[in-house]
C-alpha cells in the first residue's frame, strides 16, 4: 500500500505558528511520526507539502494510478479551493482530510470546507495524531 500526505500552506511552519493552537513540534517531526508509523505498519509514504495551490492540485493529480489513498491537511485551502476538490474528484483516490486544530472551534469562516465533499472521513482537533489516526482509518477501511 502506498499513501501519499499532503500538506497545505504553512504547515511548514509547525513549531513557530501559533503554538498555542499547534504546538511546537516541527513538520519534519510530524514527518518522521508518519514515516515511523508508516513503516511498523508495512505501509510506503510520500510526504509533500506546499504553500502554493496549483501545486497541491498537482501532487494530487500525481497520485492517480501511483498510490492507493491520500491524507490531506490543505490548511487554508479548505476553505477557499474549489480547484482542489476537483482534483481530489478527478482521480478517485479516497482521500481523508486531516486539520491539527478543530476548524469548527475556531472563526466563523473556518467551519466550511470545500474538501470534504471529497473525502471519505475528516479527522480535525486531534493534534498531529489526527494524522496517524488518518492512515490507520485507511488502513482498516481499504484493507491496505
Given amino acids: 500500500m502506498k499513501i501519499m500526505v499532503i500538506n497545505g500552506p504553512n504547515l511548514n511552519m509547525l513549531g513557530i505558528r501559533e503554538p498555542d493552537i499547534y504546538g511546537s513540534t516541527t513538520y519534519d517531526d510530524l514527518v518522521n ?43 487554508a485551502y479548505t476553505h477557499t479551493s474549489v480547484a482542489i476538490l476537483d482534483a481530489l474528484k478527478a482521480v478517485s483516490v479516497p482521500a481523508v482530510e486531516v486539520h ?5 472551534e475556531r472563526e466563523k469562516f473556518r467551519k466550511i470546507s470545500y474538501i470534504r465533499q471529497a473525502c471519505i472521513n475528516t479527522i480535525k482537533g486531534h493534534g498531529l495524531k489526527g494524522y496517524l489516526e488518518a492512515i490507520d482509518h485507511l488502513i482498516d477501511k481499504y484493507d491496505l
Fill in 33 to 75: 511520526m508518519i514515516k515511523d508509523h508508516c513503516s511498523k505498519k508495512g505501509i510506503e509514504v510520500k510526504c509533500v507539502q506546499s504553500n502554493h495551490e496549483g501545486d497541491l492540485v498537482d501532487m494530487i493529480q500525481g497520485c492517480y494510478g501511483q498510490f492507493d489513498a491520500i491524507v490531506i491537511n490543505p490548511g
Fill in 100 to 104: 491539527i486544530s478543530d476548524p469548527d
